[in-house]
Nanobody, 127 residues
Framework: QDQLTESGGGSVQSGGSLTLSCVYA??????MAWFRQAPQKEREGLAAIRKDGILTYADSVRGRFAISRDDAKNTLSLQMHSLQPEDTAMYYCAASVTRRNSLTHWLRSGGYESDVWGQGTQVTVFS
């Protein structure tokens, strides 16, 4: 059964750091990504990575967030630094079995046609 399980969310002071993890079953996902959604806002793509190592970031997080994957441990990670109150949201990982030729397009689409989603982990940044 396809399943993604996020962890690592929590509350942190402005300027702080958090690392999110997403554990996935099996070795079936070529492309994986992180998204977030704040109340009353649309889902926003943050960072994506393929099996071949190609990765990309949204402008809003480039230089502050770092995505990585360890297929030996079936874990996708998102290191987040210099967090600000506007980063407060529910964070989700998503996966695609097929290779996403344009990771940027996938992020900008809000994760359109992703094959599987995690249940989300809450990140709250207070000033």
């Amino acid at each position: 059964q396809d399943q993604l399980t996020e962890s690592g969310g929590g509350s942190v002071q402005s300027g702080g750091s958090l690392t999110l993890s997403c554990v996935y079953a099996g070795d079936t996902y070529n492309s994986m990504a992180w998204f977030r959604q704040a109340p009353q806002k649309e889902r926003e793509g943050l960072a994506a990575i393929r099996k071949d190592g190609i990765l990309t970031y949204a402008d809003s997080v480039r230089g502050r967030f770092a995505i990585s994957r360890d297929d030996a441990k079936n874990t996708l990670s998102l290191q987040m630094h210099s967090l600000q109150p506007e980063d407060t949201a529910m964070y989700y990982c998503a996966a695609s079995v097929t290779r996403r030729n344009s990771l940027t397009h996938w992020l900008r689409s809000g994760g359109y046609e992703s094959d599987v989603w995690g249940q989300g982990t809450q990140v709250t940044v207070f000033s």
